[in-house]
Structure formats: structure tokens, C-alpha cells
């Protein structure tokens, strides 16, 4: 052999082992179970600096090198390599909410005729698809629920943070009706009792829509309430009482002067003049002239009722007048609400006061709270954000806004702070609820962020749709 082609065949061999030895880890890693060994392909021989068929060629290998394979071989399969040993499988991201049509899911709420309260939710999906939904029906203070229907779990509160609620896990049909029954004790029996409903996202983080109801009572006629008699009445009954004390004071003094008049006896008067054939003068009066002059009779008094009469009088009169003025007051400032704001100044309109579940209107906007939930705080002076469940209703006829620095939550230390619109955002899923205006006619179900300071929840809200508005105040229990 000559000299040239062994040093060649010797080079070819060298260049093999390092080819084979540096595929050894990789398809050791790569091959996924040892398969059977071809049958041996005759090739013709390899030029030099080529890697024989089969082989990979080795690291720093030179693109000619590895395009010198022959013809006729083809490249090993590869595979993806397997997951550590130990380390969990990538499982794809889950969406938090389904996306579903506005309005797909609608929530209607009525309360039953019953002596304890009662309520009958009907959540409709108007959808082609079954749709997982959360519903929650809130329990106001003073409730706990007694009958819970369709496998609803009922949570006691446990403080003002966080009130008692009873909750479903659904998944509703397509175009169908769930219907779901609650029934509640109360210690207050009697009271009106309102409990709203809310059908949520799975997750339990978007609100669908909300619906309340307020339970009255059983379906009792109502008593008929007349006015009372004329008679009956305080500023009547005051006048007859001072005009008979004044009558009978009259008649006191009328009778007292009449009797002084009959014990006083008439004055003595001169004896009666007759004429010289001895009758009296014509008509029995005497004969007048300077020979016979008729003295004066002296003038009677005249009677003056006594003081105490004038006195008793003057204060049965003044006590009448200050009785009657002071009920007049009195019924006055009965009628005046202390709660509201007055009207004057840049105030449109007058704040209207009620509780969570209680459709309050104001210039614009009808606003509802259905929920107002706080987080636990870590300390007393940390702050936490609070999430009220707010639905509102355009009732004008022309396109609204409203502003997240206009919606406040009021502590109980007097401080308030305004609706957090960044976390706000975040809470309806990066949507800009304040950007967005209020189409005329249209409702909303939203939920709004109040960040507090300290352990307290929110005494109230106070949510408007402008600045000139008087807005609503809702009393958070």
C-alpha cells in the first residue's frame, strides 16, 4: 500500500473515533428506546477528512467535512427531550374567565309571601354554550340561612368585613333556567329584610349581573289609614280649650258684676213734687223752674272685672298660643331629614340615603351596591383594598361619564379616600370602567376598589355621576 493512502486510511480511522466518540452522550439522550441493528449497507470508501455513514461529525468539524457525507444515508430522527427527572409537566395557562356575550347571563330575584324570609332566583343563559358561573346571594346582619337549595353552601358572617353569603358553583346549560330557592331567620322579626344576588365568572372575579329584592312580610292586605276627626286633632283641640276657658271667664265676669249690681241699693232721691191740687206733675217727674229744681242723681259706677279674672285670662291665652306654635314646630322638624345635604350651593338635587342592596337614583345615574367585601388587614395602620360590587343605570337620555376621584368611601373616623382606579382596572380585567362612557338607557355591573387604611371596613359610600350631583349615600352594614 503506498505510503500516501495509508497515512489516508490512517487519518480516516482517527477522525472516525473522534466522530463516534462525540455521538455516544448525544444520542444517548436523544434515542428513545435501542432499536434493531440494520443490516450493514456497503459503501464505497470515504475520502479523506469525510465521517463514514451513520456517524455525526465532530464538534468543530468543518461544513465541508460534514457535506461530504455520501449519498444514500439519511439523518437520524430527532425527538424533544424529556423533562428533568423530578419536574413538574408544562401544563398550558387556563383563562380565568369564559368569554361570553353582554348579557348571556341575567339574574332575576323575587321574594316569597312567607312569614321568614324568602326568595326565588331564576339565572337565565340566553347562550349557545353551558356557561360555569359562581352565584352569590348576600345575608344582611342579623340572617342566617335555613333552607338552601341545589347544593348551595351558606357561610355565617364573621365580622363587618366580611358578611354571610350563601354561594353555588354552576355550570348552566345552554339556553336554560336554574331556578334556586333560599329561605333565612332573622332576629328581627317584621323587618324588611333585602338580600341581592349576583351571577359571577367562574372564578368568582366578574360580576355577570345582579339582581335584588326585599322581602316585606307575608302578603297580608295592608290597614287602611285614615286621617284622624277634626275633632282629634292637637291644634283644634288647643283652640276649643282656650276659647271655652275665655267664654267661662266671661261668663264668670258677666255673672259677678250682675249680682254686685242687684245687693248694691239705688241712691235716695227727693220726694215726689206734687201740685198744688195734689197731684203729681204730668208723667211723675218734678215740676221744673227755678222755684222747684230737680237735684242731680249721682252717677252709678261702672263695673270692672277683677284682676285675677284679667290675669287668668291673659295667661290661658298665652299658654294657647305657645302650645300651638310649639307643635307647629315640632312637626316642622319631624319632617326635616338631618341626613341629607342641603341644596344650596353647587348641589344638584338632594342625597338620597339607603343600604346595600337598595336601588338608589340620583341626577343621572341609578346606582345599586350589591356587595362590599374587605380584605383582611396584616396590621392596623396597612392599608387593604375593599371591593364594592356596584351596578348603575343611565337614566337620561343622552350619553353619561362618570369619574373614579368622585366615588368616596367614608371610615369611620370621618376620613374618606377615593375609588383606586388602578385597581380598579385590574378588577374588571384591564378595562378602563371610568374611560368608558354610560350609553343612554344602559346598566352596568362593575366592580369598584376603595384602598382603606386600618381594620375598619367603610362606614358608607357616596357614588355620583358628576360634580354638580348630590349622588346617593349607601350605608354599609
Known sequence: MPASRRHHRALAVLVNCLGVLAAVPVAHQSAPAPVAAAAPIPTPAAPAGAAP??????????????????????????????????????????????????????????????????????????????????????LPNGTHATTVTNGGQATRSAGPATPGEITWQLTLPAGSTTTLNTALSTTA?????????????????????CATATWAGAAVPAATVTAAPVWRRTPVLLAAATAALVITAGALWWWQLGRRRRATPPPPGPAPTRLASGLPPPGGGALRGSLYPQPAAPAGRRGRPPVWLVVGVAAVVLAGVVGAAAWTATQRVAGIDTQKQPTSGGWVGRTVNGEVG?????????????????????????????????????????????????????LPDGNWVSADESATRAANRGRDVFAEPVAAGSRRVLPVVFTVNGTDPPKHLELRSGVFSAGVRVDVP
Open 53 to 138: 455513514a451513520g456517524t455525526e461529525p465532530a464538534p468543530g468539524a468543518t461544513e465541508g467535512a460534514t457535506e461530504a457525507a455520501p449519498t444514500g444515508t439519511e439523518a437520524a430522527p430527532t425527538f424533544p427531550a424529556p423533562a428533568a427527572p423530578g419536574s413538574a409537566p408544562a401544563v398550558p395557562p387556563r383563562p380565568l374567565v369564559r368569554a361570553i356575550a353582554p348579557g348571556a347571563v341575567t339574574v332575576a330575584v323575587s321574594p316569597a309571601g312567607t312569614p321568614a324570609p324568602a326568595y326565588r332566583i331564576e339565572v337565565r343563559n340566553t347562550s349557545g354554550t353551558a356557561v360555569p358561573a359562581t352565584v352569590r346571594q348576600e
Open 358 to 410: 337598595v336601588p338608589l337614583r340620583e341626577a343621572a345615574f341609578e346606582f345599586t351596591v350589591y356587595r362590599v367585601a374587605c380584605a383582611p388587614a396584616a396590621t392596623a395602620v396597612s392599608d387593604r383594598a375593599c371591593e364594592a360590587t356596584v351596578g348603575l343605570r343611565n337614566l337620561t337620555p343622552e350619553v353619561q361619564t362618570w369619574h373614579g376621584q368622585l366615588q368616596r368611601a367614608y
Open 189 to 209: 322579626p317584621g323587618r324588611p329584610v333585602t338580600a341581592p344576588v349576583c351571577a359571577l365568572s367562574e372564578d368568582a372575579g366578574q360580576p355577570y349581573d
